[in-house]
């Protein structure tokens, strides 16, 4: 047998394989980054919308006359709870980078201020519910623009 015919061979076989196994691996790293670049835009979608509705459920209650200081302490809880917005923060924080990350909670607890509005004795005239509320909408557009700055890193 001619060495050099067996040693041409395997050298072709190794280079067949070795060419096959990068191109599966670049192909997998290109599925692999777009999964999670979709994964991510779900979530962070859905956190946003989270936080805005939150925000107008809030609203919508501190506005509401009829409803006496205990029901709208209630209430803000429940608005609160009912939005998910919890889990998905919780969620953020495993999913999301450090930076956006730091946003995200920061973004919640001015949430969780404006919600802490209604422990005031009459929330329909608090003189801090505007600047509250305009600390958050500021925090929520911070918020969006380093989602959609960490969704152009990928």
Not at 101 to 129: M, Y
Request: hydrophobic fraction near 40%.
């Amino acid at each position: 047998m001619d060495w050099g015919t067996l040693a041409g061979t395997a050298l072709g076989a190794l280079l067949g394989v070795s060419t096959t196994l990068l191109g599966e691996r670049s192909r997998w790293r290109r599925e692999n980054t777009s999964r999670e670049r979709a994964a991510k835009q779900q979530l962070y979608s859905e956190y946003l919308a989270a936080l805005w509705l939150t925000r107008h459920r809030l609203r919508d209650l501190q506005r509401n006359a009829t409803l006496t200081r205990e029901e709208r302490i209630e209430q803000s809880g429940e608005i609160l709870g009912a939005t998910n917005a919890f889990q998905l923060l919780y969620q953020m924080r495993i999913m999301a980078s450090e930076p956006l990350d730091d946003v995200a909670v920061q973004t919640f607890r001015k949430l969780l201020r404006l919600r802490d509005r209604f422990d005031e004795p009459d929330v329909s005239t608090d003189p801090e519910w505007p600047a509250t509320q305009t600390a958050l909408s500021e925090a929520l557009e911070t918020l969006r623009q380093a989602m959609r700055s960490d969704l152009g890193s990928l």
